[in-house]
């Protein structure tokens, strides 16, 4: 066998023996999952503060649910699950060509995002559900996009949304609900971006480019990347002349969100049924806000890019860290509508966790002892210790200290090695000595002080800390 | 058109514009969910009580590593995942059979149970991995089984596993376990059978019947289902005689977990190494509960169908309830070995959740309160008591009580129609009146006594109650 036989035999055969997982998708071992916990722990709180219930739908959703829904691209990322038992049995040889096949041989897909499930689920339970229904709902969904550096083919959403009311309330709602889930997180690097869909088209109709409107829209979307020069030239060249852009252009300053910018913004606009809306739409969430508009911005230049908003836009972005958006979402006139349900306007936001992550990782803001899975290790140092110390662990447990009790009598240092894998805190060593003088040995694995106390009093001294 | 075209057609449009699930999957609605993770949140929170650690792997795994690992059924029972883009292309039209297409046009599948996972994920991380590795895992898998009342195409696993130690003192804190989690939600009737599979070795061995070993242990797996006459017909077609079937319905009896039938077991098997290892195991067993042995019994026809078990094994099963078990689980050798891993012993539990709901819902001990999302809604009789109240649930929600504000000044009653419906317990009511004498109406939801209050006194009269 010739030598480059031998190499490719061997990484076939290494490829053959590791397992691996499939690309764009992760593994959470323990310290991530407690990370990723805690975010989406803390997010769901917040949820529920506001009344928000929750909802979970199957990851696999018919074909004939998805498809469609998310242009031409989406559906070419849609994951399609195969019939099972024997898919091609009725199905005839001539078909033997993908476009034609798919249809044939899968009926399934799965969840490419929350929103489609959750109009398909109101529309389904439209009897039972009382409007308006405010839903929170967080699962995983899968998109066959190429992976990338923080693109996943398998990725958490976390979103809320209310269906059947179109009050501005909700808006001011999830403005809350931004200021409080960041707070809680720690993190204070950041942007609530807000715009109005209407705000847009008013501007566009100004500058007597309607016709041009979703062009547009995506190209001042790019404002971020390709900088306002970027834009001008996009702008010109789609054969807007110097009036039209700089109109357009007077909409790509970030301010604040307050009631005199408002009142510029106004004035500067004609009297169109669409300025009123979008202009009237934000007094009224200023008003509701109470004027405390502490991380909000307006920013003309947000479009998000999508076709379905209809309202107020929002935005989050990180300040400290190079990052896009951790967080999206705007009112919508017609979601249920898909599925035959019309007249249903609601609104939602979806938070992106993997970012959240990345963003917190980044600061370093996550809590020191959040990856704690143990307070306590007990370490029998001989047979004997294990009855000794069993009732202590369970005693320590129903007063709510996460208690183990390492399973075997390895070497001291091999237990405590375990211990600071895990980053417990404390360590109960319990010998000979310790089991005649009814005592404990407790160990500080922190700061390595090591004291010997009575039997009795562990859930006590471990209480006053 | 014929009458019974049109009623074809008339289905046709049906289906097509009303929007389904596929077979055997559900959506968890609000009510359901809240009791749901009722079910897991107390699972979670016992396991994390015994130092267990969350893991969490991807939906979708190599087909590499799912297939061979459940016997031929279970291969025929994975999901398969179709191959993105023109997954056709390479391929030519003369492979045009299922068993022949598939592996070229699918190369992934979806998770069919946690342990698997589980094995290829320590089998990934092993250096990363500090054993004994004590994890858990709570999430949905996928059977292409026959959906029928209680079988789903996508159902929860909540497993806990420990890897790496043959300690006895994991098969005691699994019964610690058992224990806790239904002690914590108030399922008092269940027996946690106990069984050894080296037990049904001696047993069998003694009856001289080893060559039969499998098919005797499936035998009397059933005996719930076909009695001690089934089991004993069933031995006897088998081909064995009058004295190996006594010896064998010998192992039929439950007894209660103590010293003395352990003994009585003892003395009634030859001295073999299966039964000194059964016994031996069982017996330190004992000790290490401190022979607090309360819902534990010992269950000699307990086999659980399942080959890997090669120690103790568990079952759970409800009293009160006509049900199978609703957790089982058991100590086994080699998990990892199917990867490459050798001599990792390990042990391990499954909550089967949808049984568990389906008993405490017969049962009724959910807790009445699990269902309200929401302890307070505003009631709005005018635009201006927005301004009056938001202040009010913005601090409410800061005293950790969950709040919303009706997002319209729709008519009192639809307003507390809603509330009803979402269980919610207070109404503050706003109107004129309120405002100008600075109070608040508020109203109790369940007696329907209302009262006026000080707007300052609302925090406090919640807070009281």
Redesign the interface.
Do not use: H
């Given at each position: 066998m010739p030598y480059f036989c031998i190499a490719i035999f061997l990484i076939a055969f290494n490829s053959?023996?590791?397992?691996?997982?499939?690309r764009g998708?992760?593994?959470?071992?323990?310290k991530v999952?407690?990370k990723r916990?805690y975010i989406l722990n803390t997010i769901e709180q917040v949820y529920?503060?506001?009344?928000?219930?929750?909802?979970?739908?199957?990851?696999?959703?018919?074909l004939?649910?998805l498809t469609g829904k998310y242009g031409a691209e989406g559906d070419?990322?849609l994951?399609?699950?195969?019939n099972?038992?024997?898919?091609?049995?009725d199905i005839s040889?001539d078909k033997?060509?993908?476009k034609v096949?798919?249809p044939l041989?899968?009926?399934?897909g799965?969840r490419y995002d929350l929103t489609v499930p959750l109009a398909?689920?109101v529309?389904?339970?439209q009897n039972?559900v009382?409007f308006?229904f405010?839903?929170y709902q967080m699962q995983?969904v899968?998109r066959?996009d190429r992976p990338q550096k923080g693109r996943y083919?398998?990725f958490w959403q976390c979103d809320a949304d209310?269906l059947g009311?179109p009050?501005l309330?909700?808006e001011?709602?999830f403005v809350?609900i931004y200021r409080?889930v960041f707070s809680k997180l720690k993190l204070t690097g950041y942007e609530i971006r807000i715009n109005h869909r209407k705000l847009l088209e008013a501007v566009v109709e100004k500058a007597d480019a309607s016709a041009h409107f979703k062009t547009i829209t995506i190209i001042i979307d790019k404002a971020d990347k390709i900088g306002i020069d970027g834009v001008k030239n996009e702008l010109i060249n789609l054969g807007l002349n110097e009036t039209q852009t700089s109109v357009i252009l007077s909409l790509l300053n970030k301010q604040a969100f307050n009631a005199a910018n408002l009142a510029n913004i106004k004035s500067a606009l004609p009297d169109t049924e669409n300025a009123n809306k979008a202009i009237g739409d934000l007094t009224q969430l200023l008003?509701?806000l109470?004027h405390q508009t502490d991380f909000v911005y307006l920013d003309g230049s947000l479009a998000r890019g999508l076709d379905y908003y209809t309202g107020c836009i929002f935005e989050v972005v990180p300040t400290d860290v190079q990052m896009g958006s951790i967080s999206g979402g705007g009112r919508y006139d017609d979601l249920t509508g898909i599925?035959?349900l019309k007249g249903i306007s609601g609104i939602g936001i979806s938070f992106g966790i993997d970012r959240i992550y990345d963003v917190m990782e980044e600061l370093n803001i996550f809590p020191a002892d959040g990856t704690k899975?143990?307070d306590v290790?007990f370490c029998c140092m001989d047979e004997k210790a294990?009855?000794y110390c069993?009732?202590l662990a369970?005693d320590l447990?129903l007063n709510?200290i996460?208690?183990?009790?390492y399973?075997?009598t390895s070497k001291l240092k091999k237990q405590l090695?375990?211990a600071n894998?895990?980053n417990i805190s404390w360590a109960v060593i319990i010998g000979e000595n310790e089991m005649n003088n009814n005592q404990l040995a407790i160990k500080n694995l922190v700061s390595g002080e090591q004291e010997l106390i009575d039997k009795n009093a562990l859930t006590l001294f471990l209480e006053k800390l």
């Open positions: 053959m023996s590791k397992p691996s997982i499939p998708t992760r593994d959470f071992g323990p999952m407690a916990k529920q503060s506001f009344g928000f219930m929750p909802l979970e739908t199957p990851s696999m959703e018919n004939s649910t070419q990322l994951f399609k699950v195969l099972s038992g024997d898919y091609l049995k040889a033997f060509e993908s096949l798919t041989i899968s009926e399934k799965l398909r689920y529309v389904m339970n039972e009382s308006p405010k839903r995983p899968w066959a083919r398998e209310v009311t009050s309330l909700c001011a709602d809350k409080q008003e509701l109470n599925f035959g899975f143990t290790l294990f009855a069993l009732p369970d447990r709510g996460k208690t183990e009790v399973p075997d090695d375990y894998a895990k």
